[in-house]
């Protein structure tokens, strides 16, 4: 079965992917389920690619370290945030490294990661368009995190229901 959003949200991402300008560099070094799964990987690339292509009109390079673990006992999917430098205030107002470089921000963490994310390879998981009932849909998870790892919240709830 052709999960309609990711295939909508691919498309809107294609007819605009030539204009983004944020984009997204994955540090694997150390996701060890990651490095020996090429399909994972470019699903990642395919989820940073419709992620960018909201903003057309922003320009920066986020680096993301990808870290996984193999948990099957575990009901977290994946996770990922920004990182905030030491002279971030605390409070509303403070969209952390991510969100502040795709708004014209400086890089001020140097060569150190922006963000994080990591992928629980205990899921069963879906790379493709094509999830099957019992599995977990790979991309719109990601795409959601990325969102996430950018200052984008969601008080959504596993039923699908807002709880305001």
């Known amino acids: 079965m052709k999960n309609p959003l990711i295939t909508l949200v691919l498309g809107l991402s294609l007819s605009t992917g030539a204009l983004a300008q944020v984009s997204f560099s994955f540090d694997y ?3 060890t389920n990651f490095m020996a799964n090429s399909t994972a990987r470019d699903s990642v690339t395919l989820s940073a690619g419709i992620v960018s292509g909201y903003f057309t009109n922003y320009t920066a390079t986020i680096t993301i370290k990808v870290t996984d673990l193999n948990d099957s006992g575990s009901n977290t999917l994946a996770s990922a945030s920004s990182n905030f430098s030491e002279s971030s205030s605390a409070g509303i107002g403070n969209r952390g490294i991510v969100g502040t470089k795709i708004l ?3 890089d001020v963490n140097g060569s ?3 963000g994080s994310m990591n992928v629980n390879f205990g899921i069963d998981w879906n790379f493709d368009d094509d999830i099957a009932s019992d599995k977990y849909d790979f991309k719109s998870t990601l ?3 990325l969102f996430l790892a950018i200052g984008f919240g969601s008080t959504i709830t596993r039923a699908g229901q807002d709880p305001f």
Do not use: N
């Open 104 to 106: 014209g921000g400086s």
């Open 29 to 31: 070094s150390t996701a």
């Open 143 to 145: 795409i959601h995190k």
């Open 112 to 114: 150190t990661a922006d």
